[in-house]
């Protein structure tokens, strides 16, 4: 941290570094939605501004070197991408198609209203066009037998126009229930990708949440060592190896925000920090 470097900035002799565990030269894990972001943010900066940009912004020197890398895969177009990542872009892709689908399946339901609404328009011409052929039967029953009369002829074409419009009308209902249809099979559809967005959704959460809370963990028992050590090294030789042990490891205490805090419990991380950085002055004896 700020405060490690600069109490150790001064006059301090070279010692070599404590040893780390292994697993700090990991970083943690990241998401491909983080790597766009950042790239989003650095685009047109050097490797070196972009790893003091990740410097500033808390990232230890294992993340930042891991951002690089995952910054110069995305730009190739090689991301790659956490199981999370993956579930999400497929949630993503599941919720585009629900929404396709929803859209579809309103513009079907406009189209089979607007069929219906025509059906319904044809009865009045209909109806009238279904008296008009009765009115003839009946005079072609009176009157057909006459030569050289046109009551058949008229009945007819009264039958054909009835016909006509009647069929343009079942044509018009027969479209809105194939309209109806699907726009029922499509909205089926839109529900059931709908779930699975979101299924696929909290599955990859519950999967990010789980790799940084492993991370955060991970850094946590390395913070731990990396106190107790320094306690240590304060208790056999002050302050000054004590810093030089906090200063070497610093990015983990980076990872996790942990600081110097007087306001802490003594027994917590950033309570023993305290105590190592800025130790209280000893205590005068009684007769000094």
């Given at each position: 941290?700020?405060?490690?470097?600069?109490?150790?900035?001064?006059?301090?002799?070279?010692?070599?570094?404590?040893?780390?565990?292994?697993?700090?030269?990991?970083?943690?894990?990241?998401?491909?939605?983080?790597?766009?972001?950042?790239?989003?943010?650095?685009?047109?900066l050097?490797?070196?501004?972009?790893?003091?940009?990740?410097?500033?912004?808390?990232?230890?020197?294992?993340?930042?070197?891991?951002m690089?890398?995952?910054?110069?895969?995305?730009?190739?177009?090689?991301?790659e991408?956490?199981?999370?990542?993956?579930?999400?872009?497929q949630?993503?892709?599941?919720?585009?198609?629900?929404?396709e689908?929803?859209?579809?399946?309103?513009?079907?339901?406009?189209?089979?209203?607007?069929?219906?609404?025509?059906?319904?328009?044809m009865e009045?011409?209909?109806?009238?066009?279904?008296?008009?052929?009765?009115?003839?039967?009946?005079a072609?029953?009176?009157?057909?037998?006459?030569?050289?009369?046109?009551?058949?002829?008229?009945?007819?074409?009264?039958?054909?126009?009835?016909?006509?419009?009647?069929?343009?009308?079942?044509?018009?209902?027969s479209?809105?229930?194939?309209?109806?249809?699907?726009?029922k099979?499509l909205?089926?559809?839109?529900?059931?990708?709908?779930?699975?967005?979101?299924?696929?959704?909290?599955q990859?959460?519950?999967?990010?949440?789980?790799a940084?809370?492993?991370?955060?963990?991970?850094?946590?028992?390395?913070?731990?060592?990396?106190?107790?050590?320094?306690?240590?090294?304060?208790?056999?030789?002050?302050?000054?190896p004590?810093?030089?042990?906090?200063?070497?490891?610093?990015?983990?205490?980076?990872?996790?925000?942990?600081?110097p805090d007087?306001?802490?419990s003594?027994?917590?991380?950033?309570?023993?920090?305290?105590?190592?950085?800025?130790?209280?002055?000893?205590?005068?004896?009684?007769?000094?």
């Open positions: 941290s700020a405060c490690v470097h600069a109490m150790t900035s001064t006059t301090v002799t070279a010692q070599p570094p404590a040893a780390k565990p292994a697993f700090l030269s990991a970083s943690r894990a990241m998401s491909a939605s983080e790597v766009l972001a950042v790239q989003r943010q650095v685009e047109g050097s490797d070196t501004s972009i790893a003091t940009w990740l410097g500033v912004r808390g990232y230890s020197s294992a993340d930042t070197q891991a690089l890398s995952q910054l110069q895969a995305a730009k190739q177009g090689k991301l991408m956490a199981p999370w990542d993956a579930d999400m872009k949630a993503e892709g599941l919720m585009a198609a629900a929404n689908s929803g859209a579809k399946a309103d513009a079907l339901r406009k189209e089979a209203q607007a069929a219906k609404d025509e059906a319904a328009r009045p011409a209909i109806k009238q066009t279904n008296d008009v052929m009765r009115e003839r039967q009946a072609a029953d009176k009157w057909g037998w006459v030569p050289f009369t046109s009551k058949a002829t008229d009945l007819e074409k009264a039958k054909r126009e009835w016909a006509t419009l009647n069929s343009k009308k079942e044509d018009r209902l479209a809105g229930e194939a309209a109806d249809a699907s726009a099979t909205r089926t559809e839109a529900v059931k990708d709908t779930l699975a967005a979101t299924t696929l959704k909290a990859a959460l519950k999967s990010k949440s789980a940084e809370s492993a991370d955060r963990a991970k850094y946590l028992m390395a913070a731990v060592a990396l106190i107790e050590e320094a306690e240590q090294a304060f208790v056999a030789g002050g302050k000054t004590a810093l030089q042990i906090l200063a070497a490891s610093s990015s983990t205490l980076e990872v996790l925000n942990l600081k007087a306001r802490a003594p027994g917590s991380l950033p309570g023993r920090l305290q105590a190592l950085v800025f130790p209280p002055p000893p205590k005068k004896s009684v007769g000094a």
